[in-house]
């Protein structure tokens, strides 16, 4: 089978696009073809060497869709379309590649409304904000913060947030182009900070309220920012570094409002908190209360180009690679 693999860690250079053998069935795996793969900052994280665990070669991709031809029992019968995450990409060889023998428990039925390059960029993103929303203790009526309306972290928040009725589901750009096209496609609560201070837009949205829950994958100024706009036992989440490891952070941002700070690692969650982030997700792409944003696709051999756009061109919306 074809897979874009990287044969070393030391950036663009290092992925290949070669021929391995079909990997075999195994009790409790499922045999998925793969129609298309989820491009994340995972894969740059691991390509540039910096990610711990990661052993090259590996095949990238940590998320993907595609079809059953095996093994998925009546749960998952041969030819229904499927949808998943776990440790492919990162631990084990990923979605960048024409099947992969996935764990049972991984695997979501996609909904017959989200086709498969829509449903490739749907796991990590959705389950990483359902699970970061919860661990932060939401319900309707708390107001939210997740930077970075483009990127995917910070726009499945914003999305889950508002249709399970948060009383503001606020975001933001550095970008104002980008601030007139969340506008454009009806994201009403994002701070332009060309314009304003991240902390200034969310005590503007919120009359002076702040954040109950601030949920950050950009590190950076943007987290130091974000500390700045926190209600009183108001609790952050870092799951992310879009922008950088390293913040500054003055603390009485924390001490004031006795706020709390936590970290986020999805490899480290529980099938549990999977299969919940799941039961939430799945209603609201078939209600279509939210929705997915592709902003580009790239065929497998230009996997590159592809990561090179993610992290480079910032896009509003996902990248997927088509198999
Ligand atoms: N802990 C976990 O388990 C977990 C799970 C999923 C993701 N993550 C991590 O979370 C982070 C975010 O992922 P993502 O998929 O949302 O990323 P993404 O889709 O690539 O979006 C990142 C966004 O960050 C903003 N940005 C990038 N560089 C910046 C800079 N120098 N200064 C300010 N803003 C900058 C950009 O928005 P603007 O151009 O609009 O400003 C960009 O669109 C990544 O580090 C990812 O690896 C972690």
């Not at 053998?21 to 995972?42: D, E, F, S």
């Not at 970061?132 to 910070?154: E, N, Y």
């Amino acid at each position: 089978m074809r897979a874009m693999r990287a044969e070393t860690f030391s950036g663009y250079e290092g992925l290949k696009l070669i021929e391995l053998p079909k990997p075999a069935v195994t009790k409790g795996k499922v045999m998925v073809r793969i129609t298309a793969a989820g491009v994340t900052p995972l894969d740059h994280t691991i390509l540039s060497g910096k990610f711990h665990g990661s052993k090259a070669p590996l095949v990238l991709g940590n998320e993907g869709a595609g079809v059953v031809e095996e093994g998925g029992g009546t749960d998952f019968p041969v030819g229904s379309r499927v949808m998943f995450f776990g440790t492919y990409g990162a631990f084990e060889d990923g979605t960048d590649s024409e099947w992969v023998a996935v764990r049972k428990e991984d695997l979501c039925l996609i909904p017959d409304n989200v086709d498969d390059v829509s449903a490739a960029g749907i796991p990590v993103a959705y389950l990483t904000a359902q699970v970061a929303l919860t661990l932060a203790g939401f319900r309707a009526g708390k107001t939210v913060l997740a930077p970075a309306i483009g990127g995917s972290i910070g726009n499945a928040v914003t999305q889950l947030a508002r249709a399970l009725g948060a009383k503001h589901a606020m975001s933001s750009t550095t970008n104002h182009a980008k601030a007139e096209q969340a506008k454009a496609l009806g994201f009403n609560e994002v701070i332009d900070t060309s314009l304003e201070k991240l902390a200034d837009g969310v005590r503007r949205i919120t009359s002076g309220y702040g954040a109950d829950i601030v949920i950050d994958g950009i590190g950076g100024e943007v987290l130091s920012e974000a500390l700045g706009a926190i209600a009183l036992e108001g609790r952050v989440t870092t799951l992310g570094y879009s922008a950088s490891r390293r913040t500054t952070i003055d603390v009485t941002n924390l001490i004031v409002p006795q706020a709390s700070i936590r970290g986020l690692n999805m490899f480290a969650q529980p099938q549990a908190a999977i299969t919940d982030a799941w039961n939430v997700i799945v209603p609201l792409l078939k209600s279509g209360a939210i929705k997915p944003i592709v902003a580009k696709t790239f065929p497998l051999v230009e996997a590159a180009a592809a990561l090179h756009y993610l992290v480079e061109g910032r896009p509003f919306g996902r990248v997927v690679l088509t198999i």
